[in-house]
């Protein structure tokens, strides 16, 4: 492998767009993170405009960057193996495909001689921690072990994530079957994509849509002609929003005949056990002010943990 070193993050990050990355793989394989797909990967390498980032998704960016520092300490701690780092922002270029790099967190070397790659992770999402409950590493994180390990030419590697009040540590061996599955998609979409300038399949995802604002900021004053496979996409498209309108309105009324119904009452259960819930929540003070709020919520059954009073109603209410 060949490493590139650079002065500054703003190099760095300018450089990343020249190459398939770690954090690339996954979404070009399908399981990427909720900001990325295909198309925001091919955004990335194409467009000179930098991605713009919502300022909630921007923190956790930074703060991942913080914690990193700390996963990477209980690491140490936990596993008495050393944690190297480099000093200046490293890209770690394959030596064959000059188009695949990765930025690797970290390399350990628990023998003389023998070294690691560590990814640290700092999990904030409530829901991402499921993820690492179970005996395997995350899908989308072992992904990016693997396409570090391809890069650095290394054998094995580290995963570790930090979920707020435990570590959780996975040794993940490099896999060349699949790591030549992976090669096949990256040159896939690297040659009969970036290099051409054809982007890749559009789907439904917010990424998708947050990349093709990104390709086309501003409008021009022309027109285009559409083909009759674009009328059929405008038909639908009327369609289905008109039929979005349609359910928003039935939701709303059948949500506000259940108010109604509730009252006061903070639960409603039905003969065959399954609730509602229209409880008191505190909003936190951001773009309005703090207040005390209802949320209208839909349960299989009764919360484990709830104890209430069940109140006869009269038939007519």
């Known amino acids: 492998m060949s490493q590139l070193t650079f002065d500054n993050h703003e190099d760095w990050l300018a450089a990343r767009r020249r190459f398939i990355g770690s954090s690339d793989a996954p979404a070009i394989l399908g399981y990427g993170y909720a900001n990325q797909s295909k198309m925001s990967v091919y955004a990335d390498k194409t ?14 960016l930074d703060l991942g960057k913080i914690g990193e ?3 990477l300490a209980v690491f140490e701690q936990e596993t008495g193996f050393p944690v190297i780092t480099n000093e200046k922002p490293t890209i770690c ?29 700092m999990v904030m999402n409530r829901e991402a ?23 650095a030419g290394l054998s094995r590697g580290y995963l570790v994530g930090w979920t707020g009040d435990q570590v ?32 890749p399949t559009v789907d439904g995802s917010e990424a998708t849509k947050a990349a093709i604002y990104r390709m086309f900021p ?9 083909g009759v496979a674009d009328e059929e996409v405008l038909e639908r498209y009327e369609q ?26 903070s639960y409603g259960i039905s003969p065959n056990g399954r609730c509602i819930s229209w409880k008191t929540v505190p909003v936190r003070e951001h773009m309005v002010k703090a207040r005390i709020d209802r949320r209208l919520l ?20």
């Open 298 to 317: 839909l349960h299989k059954s009764l919360p484990k943990g709830v104890n209430i009073v069940l109140k006869a109603v009269s038939a007519a209410s």
């Open 168 to 199: 959780r540590i996975f040794e993940i061996d490099r896999h060349e079957e699949f790591i030549q599955t992976l090669r096949k998609h990256i040159d896939d979409f690297w040659w009969n994509h970036v290099v051409p300038r054809i982007p």
């Open 129 to 151: 921690w499921s993820e690492w409950d179970g005996n395997n590493p995350p899908l989308k994180h072992s992904i990016q072990v693997q396409h570090q390990l391809f890069c």
């Open 47 to 60: 467009c000179e405009a930098d991605a713009r980032f919502s300022k909630s998704t921007q923190a956790r």
């Open 69 to 71: 520092r700390f996963v």
């Open 93 to 121: 270029v394959h030596d064959e495909l000059n188009y695949v790099a990765a930025s690797v967190d970290a390399y350990t070397e628990p023998a003389p001689g023998v070294r690691r790659i560590v990814e640290a992770k």
């Open 240 to 265: 289905v929003r008109s039929q979005i309108k349609e359910l928003e309105a039935t939701e709303l009324e059948l949500g506000n005949r259940l108010r109604m119904k509730l009252g006061d009452a």
């Open 218 to 226: 501003q409008s021009g004053d022309y027109a285009i002609a559409l």
